[in-house]
Each structure stands twice: as C-alpha cells, then as structure tokens.
C-alpha cells in the first residue's frame, strides 16, 4: 500500500496509507509507539485495517443499508499535499470523492478530507465533508482510534463521568455513567452522547488525553477475550494491548444542506510519561 511517512522537526512521526487515508503509527517526539495495530490484520485491497485509526464514515457499524462502518475505511484516498509546516510540525491531507462504485451503494456527491497533524507530544485529526450535491445529505461518522496499551487491566479511562451512553452490548440504550472513572472489564462497547470535556486515558507510565469538537458522541470500545478470540485478524490476547476511544457523531447523524460543509477534531496529547 501506498505510505506517507510525516516527521516533525522534533523528531515526532506518523504514518499513513491511502487505503482508507489510514493512520498507521504515531510516535511522540522521543516517544514510543501510541497506536495498536494488530499482527494479524490483512493488509489488501477492499478490507478494513485493524489497529490505527480507520475512517468511519457515512455509515457507523450496521446502522443502516452500507458495507459495516461505511466505505471510506476501505478506499484509495488521494494525497493533496504533504511536508513539514513552518513552526515544524509535518502535515499531510488526503481527500475521498463519490466514485461509480459509491454512487451505486449511497447516491450522493460529496467531498471528504483527512488533515494529519503530528508534532512533539500531539497528533491531531482534521475530518470534513462537503456536500457538492443538489440534495440533502446525512451521514454518521467517526475516527476509530486504536490505542496501544501496556495492560487492559491497569488502564483507567476519565472523562465520561455523568454521561449518557447506549450499551451496544447489552442493548440497553439509556445507561448512565455514574463513576468517574471507567475501567474496562471484559467486552466493553459503548457509545456516550452529549462529549464536551477531554477523555483521559491513564496507565502506570503515562497520561493521554483526547480533545475534540465537531463529533459529538465518543466510543468506547474492547472486545474482551471472548469477543477478541472471534475476531481472525486481532491477534491473541491482542484485546489486552487496546482500547479504543473513538470521537464520532452517531446518535444524531450529521445533516448538510447542499454546499454545506461539516468539520471534526480529534487532538491526541501525551501529558505525562
């Protein structure tokens, strides 16, 4: 696959694929490895990657008529431009277009963009979509992100304390985050609407904390080990090393207007180590 290698002057990097503008690796200057990416994932044409940050996008999970998580996370995005900015940080942006093959699975014309922004201790993820057509557009969306984490059971998420969320796993759609802090026992997968604080991801060694704006849901999901040993291209015991915490609109899909256009963040930050 095609790979764009982005490095900061301070020595921070990242990775990306245009199979799905897919990012791949993000190492913090004088840092380790930030993102999960499965041993076993499949790396071909038409298949969703396993780790990283796949684009979901118009369509999350099976919730409507699309391919699951939508088509983007599968096609050949283009490269508009990659380098390094003038205060150092390494910049690239990859845009998708409705093609015959889209048209025929969801009618409409639109243009989406994916900005990666790496530099020192952040990597920051700029999604768009512009409505080009005649009609009005909806869609869900959300950046998938796969964190790389030393122990499942010694990692800590804040941040969602008071929170509303659906419990995909139990079905239960009117759950309540009471704790203020989450730890993640066996499968956990759940959407939590209203997001407007930062989600902490603590571990013994260090802190990352998730900004965003735009999507207005958060995901929090782990297979767990029954879940995970379903799953042919997670790894063994590969649920014990990710979490993922994904910035996505979902429960209230994204409606445009023709011409209209939609953006949303995600800022990555290591605070400690």
């Known amino acids: 696959m095609d790979k764009v290698i982005l490095q900061a002057r301070d ?139 030393q122990d499942i059971q010694q990692t800590r998420v804040h941040g969602l304390g008071g929170l509303n969320y659906r419990d995909t796993v139990t079905g239960e759609d009117s759950c309540h985050q009471s704790d203020q802090m989450l730890q993640i026992v066996g499968e956990v997968d759940s959407i939590y609407t209203d997001v407007v604080s930062d989600i902490v991801i603590k571990q013994p060694h260090q802190v990352l904390q998730l900004r965003q704006s735009g999507f207005t849901d958060a995901v929090v999901w782990n297979p ?20 993922c915490v994904e910035a996505a609109s979902i429960m209230q899909p994204v409606v445009l207007a023709p011409s209209q256009v939609w953006s949303g963040m995600q800022l990555m930050s290591i605070l400690t180590k």
């Open 11 to 149: 020595g921070a990097r990242a990775e990306i694929v245009t199979h799905g503008a897919h990012v791949c690796s993000w190492v913090p200057a004088q840092g380790s490895e930030q993102l999960f990416m499965s041993q076993a994932s499949e790396w071909k044409e038409g298949v969703a990657i396993r780790g990283g940050v796949p684009i979901v996008f118009p369509q999350f999970s099976n919730l409507g008529n699309l391919p699951k998580h939508g088509f983007a996370r599968t096609a050949i995005w283009r490269l508009v431009r990659s380098g390094q900015l003038e205060q150092g940080a390494a910049q690239a942006v990859f845009e998708l277009q409705e093609s015959a093959a889209s048209l025929q699975i969801w009618p409409h014309v639109f243009r989406a963009e994916m900005m990666v922004t790496v530099a020192e201790q952040s990597l920051q993820l700029d999604f768009s979509v512009v409505n080009n057509g005649d009609s009005e557009l909806r869609f869900q969306a959300a950046l998938h992100s796969y964190f790389r984490v």
């Open 224 to 243: 767990g080990a029954e879940k995970g040993a379903q799953l042919a291209d997670l790894e063994r015991d590969g649920f014990r090393r990710m979490l």
